[in-house]
């Protein structure tokens, strides 16, 4: 009878833990070996293509589709992306970090985006300004940037909209991310005998229901930054802080609770900034900025052509612009890749109806808690 019938008898623990080490020192051992022959790829691009981009991220979303579709399980398949994309950033890292602008401070929303959408081997490069961001990727100093353009609750970032209307740069991607908070801890503090939790005060109020129920004779303690509230957490024997997931590695606390957001928190879409255009991957969006002068019908001539060729239209912004009076920029998001047919021929038409069309990129849609394969730092 095999050992894999389940009438057959269960081996012993110690067997089956022997097998798992072996397992995982195989692994290792095939991990290191792609990253050798990751070093002789980026060694044969730099020598005889010195031109290529650095990243393809056609060839990432082609790997991760085909190791998805062959996961027979029970490995989850969700799990294979995740597992495989770190895998790829630290082989990439070989070569050099990619190195990834983002609206600091660091521990926050953007800097978890980063993380999240590139992998852990990414080298992060926070900016006080979400121009700052802008620029770091214009002069180079930065392959990408991560920038908020929506949150779910409070609405469009105006900031980056504007940004866009004097930058040449793309949006190459999206990150949709649900707000999530973590309690963090020193490595020798129990939860009981946490007394003060540190963090922002919105970070504080999304937790209240949390810290009432589980920690509820703590003093809450106002912090300007989720840096500050690790920082705090990290020197004080009975303090803990409440904070994004990615400041436990920044201060070195452990994750002492997970998900103590409450309900209804809501996530932040983020737009990744490069500097060239992708082609379509086969779920994508394109974002524009249309120019119009004040006047009636203004808006249905511009979303006439839209409608026309079955595009589906799936946000819409307006923004007074910033370069003449009673002028206006409306900013839209749309289904499809600005090189299909349907949509090439809309645009097209919007462009006659409108006083200026700014294409600001196409990109492969981001699905909420899921990274979109890193694009072309180009």
Same mark, same amino acid.
């Given at each position: 009878?095999?050992?894999?019938? &389940?009438?057959?008898?269960?081996?012993?623990?110690?067997?089956?833990?022997?097998?798992?080490?072996?397992?995982?020192?195989?692994?290792?051992?095939?991990?290191?070996?792609?990253?050798?022959?990751? /070093?002789? =790829?980026?060694?044969?691009?730099?020598?005889?293509e010195p031109d290529a981009p650095f990243h393809v991220p056609a060839r990432e979303r082609e790997v991760l589709a085909r190791l998805e579709a062959r996961n027979p399980g &029970?490995?989850?398949?969700?799990?294979?992306?995740? =597992?495989?994309?770190? =895998?790829?950033?630290?082989?990439?890292?070989?070569?050099?970090p990619l190195r990834v602008a983002f609206l600091g401070p660091e521990g926050d929303a953007a800097h978890q985006a980063v993380k999240h959408q590139f992998g852990l081997s990414t080298l992060p490069v926070a900016q006080r300004s979400i121009e700052a961001v802008f620029h770091a990727v214009e002069a180079g100093q930065a392959d990408y940037g991560v920038v908020p353009v929506e949150n779910a609750t409070e609405g469009s970032v105006d900031a980056t909209l504007?940004?866009?209307?004097?930058?040449?740069?793309?949006?190459?991607?999206?990150?949709?991310? &649900?707000?999530?908070?973590?309690?963090?801890?020193?490595?020798? =503090?129990?939860?009981?005998?946490?007394?003060?939790?540190?963090?922002?005060?919105?970070?504080?109020?999304?937790?209240?229901?949390?810290?009432?129920?589980?920690?509820?004779?703590?003093?809450?303690v106002a912090a300007s930054s989720p840096g500050e509230a690790g920082r705090l957490a990290r020197s004080d024997p009975e303090g803990a802080a409440v904070a994004p997931e990615v400041s436990a590695r920044l201060f070195?606390?452990?994750?002492?609770?997970?998900?103590?957001?409450?309900?209804?928190?809501?996530?932040?879409? !983020?737009?990744?900034?490069?500097?060239? /255009?992708?082609?379509?991957?086969?779920?994508?969006?394109?974002?524009?900025?249309?120019?119009?002068?004040?006047? &009636?019908?203004?808006?249905?001539?511009?979303?006439?052509?839209?409608?026309?060729?079955?595009?589906?239209?799936?946000?819409?912004?307006?923004?007074?612009?910033?370069?003449?009076?009673?002028?206006?920029?409306? !900013?839209?998001?749309?289904?499809?890749?600005?090189?299909?047919?349907?949509?090439?021929?809309?645009l097209a038409e919007v462009a006659l109806a409108a006083a200026g069309v700014k294409r600001l990129g196409s990109y492969p849609r981001g699905e909420p808690g899921a990274a979109a394969p890193a694009p072309d730092a180009g």
């Open positions: 009878m095999s050992d894999s019938d &389940p009438k057959s008898a269960p081996r012993p623990l110690a067997e089956l833990r022997a097998r798992i080490d072996a397992l995982d020192e195989r692994i290792l051992e095939l991990l290191n070996e792609r990253a050798r022959v990751a /070093a002789e =790829v980026g060694e044969w691009k730099r020598t005889r &029970p490995f989850p398949r969700q799990a294979v992306r995740a =597992v495989f994309q770190e =895998v790829m950033s630290a082989c990439l890292s070989l070569e050099r504007d940004a866009f209307l004097e930058s040449e740069l793309r949006v190459v991607a999206e990150i949709q991310l &649900p707000l999530q908070l973590a309690l963090l801890a020193p490595h020798d =503090v129990e939860l009981a005998a946490v007394r003060r939790v540190y963090g922002r005060p919105e970070a504080l109020q999304q937790a209240r229901e949390w810290l009432a129920a589980q920690l509820p004779g703590a003093a809450q070195d606390l452990r994750v002492a609770a997970e998900g103590v957001q409450g309900a209804g928190a809501g996530a932040t879409r !983020f737009w990744v900034l490069g500097r060239r /255009a992708l082609a379509p991957s086969g779920r994508d969006r394109t974002s524009i900025a249309v120019s119009v002068k004040d006047g &009636p019908g203004v808006l249905l001539r511009v979303l006439d052509p839209l409608a026309r060729h079955g595009i589906n239209l799936t946000r819409i912004e307006s923004r007074p612009s910033r370069r003449r009076s009673w002028e206006y920029v409306f !900013f839209l998001d749309l289904e499809g890749h600005e090189a299909d047919g349907p949509v090439a021929a809309a």
